[in-house]
């Protein structure tokens, strides 16, 4: 991959999609701190290189989906003071979610088709400022909201969409239970309706892609 050159520190609109990104290649990115929006979907990230995006500190919005992202490495993402919407579908290995307690500024999280089970919720608690949490296409079970869960999710006060399609969530009644409990505008299961998703606003002037 050649270096970006000149001309490109003002760009604040970049997506790198399927171009077989590696953690050594996001080097070429460090310089473009006017970035808001930065999507690396479809490439071979697993994390390691994410020191090198420490000083775009604009960036509003990441896209990973559909990489290798060690989930220890994901710690590296706190260190983006402007991140308000962060995709992580079908991108993470491991089981470690704790990482999540250190992005408190989200306000859209994607984690979509990652093998995750109620557990995760636990992590999610000093987010104040979450809007939307997809889990869709997890393992999540009616079991997963018993215990402390329900008041786990309760405690994301901003949250205003919860997406739990296509998950194991296959008692109705139980799951109507649930519903009646928490204290989100809208939950998304199997048989609901999508509902429009309000994320974060970005300027997409002076916007350049790399699809291969």
Request: hydrophobic share 45%; charged share 20%.
């Amino acid at each position: 991959m050649r270096h970006l050159g000149s001309g490109w520190d003002s760009l604040n609109s970049l997506s790198v999609i399927n171009c077989n990104i590696h953690d050594e290649d996001l080097w070429y990115f460090a310089e473009l701190r006017a970035l808001r929006f930065f999507s690396l979907a479809n490439n071979s990230i697993t994390g390691t290189g994410f020191r090198h995006l420490e000083g775009l500190d604009a960036l509003e919005v990441l896209e990973l989906m559909n990489n290798q992202i060690e989930t220890k490495n994901c710690l590296l993402l706190a260190r983006l003071p402007s991140l308000a919407s962060l995709g992580l579908g079908h991108a993470l290995r491991g089981n470690d979610f704790e990482f999540l307690g250190s992005l408190t500024h989200l306000r859209s999280l994607e984690l979509q088709s990652n093998h995750i089970t109620g557990s995760i919720f636990s992590n999610l608690t000093g987010m104040s400022l979450l809007r939307y949490l997809d889990l869709s296409h997890n393992y999540l079970s009616v079991q997963d909201f018993l215990g402390n869960t329900i008041d786990n999710i309760n405690r994301l006060v901003a949250l205003r969409v919860l997406d739990l399609r296509h998950n194991p969530l296959r008692d109705e009644t139980a799951l109507r239970a649930i519903l009646e409990k928490l204290c989100v505008k809208d939950v998304l299961f199997n048989w609901t309706v999508p509902v429009p998703v309000v994320r974060p606003g970005f300027l997409r002037r002076q916007q350049f892609f790399l699809v291969s």
